[in-house]
């Protein structure tokens, strides 16, 4: 059964660069797409992207000048880099396996808080 | 940005049935399937329902999806303590390019 970790620097400061890995656990990397999603404390989801095994990249539109998502095949992660950060970027990070391209999420990871604060 | 309406709250008491609705356009229900997820704060939200109406295997058949022209639902049948929780649908949008969620229902049971 697949399992996913996340894992990182709980606090950021503003301007600089968030970074997070997601290890994948129970299964190989090296098939189907892999998405970051996060939700700000006390409000609701938002996808931020996903990478495919190949290595295509989709991003959420909103977000796409400061996100880049790439894979490590070899520790089976893949990595979350959200760049320039603001408060309004402080939530709950998530990744979660994604059945296909438009398909569902499942699993997920248990999820990391990530504080952007000076 | 929760581009999907969803009511901020459904509640019941044990053995009842709750509905939860989830409000979209034609760029994302009307034309993508619909997923709903389970999530209770401090956990991995779980996967309840895919493609629409389907679910995933270890999923109690008191859930139900259903969805109708830019509009779908949720329904919770059989109300039990365990089901509290906030419930979030999902679609992918044609015109975002990307995938849209419900502003999310935080369901009680009384």
């Known amino acids: 059964q697949v399992q996913l970790q996340e894992s990182g620097p709980g606090l950021v400061k503003p301007s600089e660069t968030l970074s997070l890995t997601c290890t994948v656990s129970?299964?190989?990397?090296?098939?189907?797409?892999w998405s970051w999603i996060r939700q700000p404390p006390g409000k609701g989801l938002e996808w931020i992207g996903y990478i495919y095994y190949s290595g295509t990249t989709t991003y959420n539109p909103s977000l796409k000048s400061r996100v880049t998502i790439s894979l490590d095949t070899s520790k089976n992660q893949f990595s979350l880099k959200l760049s320039s950060v603001t408060a309004a970027d402080t939530a709950v990070y998530y990744c979660a396996s994604t059945s296909y391209n438009r398909g569902w999420f499942d699993p997920w990871g248990q999820g990391t808080l990530v504080t952007v604060s000076s | 940005q929760s581009v999907l309406t969803q009511p901020p709250s459904a509640s019941g008491t044990p053995g009842q049935r709750v509905t939860i609705s989830c409000s979209g356009s034609s760029s994302n229900i009307g034309s993508n399937f619909v997923f709903w997820y389970q999530h209770l704060p401090g956990t991995a939200p779980k996967l309840l329902i895919y493609g629409n109406n389907q679910r995933p295997s270890g999923v109690p058949d008191r859930f139900s999806g259903s969805k109708s022209g830019t509009s779908a639902s949720l329904a919770i049948s059989g109300l039990r303590s365990e089901d509290e929780a906030d419930y979030y649908c999902?679609?992918?949008?044609?015109?975002?390019?990307?995938?849209?969620f419900g502003t999310g229902t935080k369901v009680t049971v009384l």
């Open positions: 129970g299964g190989s990397i090296s098939s189907s797409f």
């Open positions: 999902a679609a992918w949008d044609d015109s975002l390019s990307g995938y849209v």
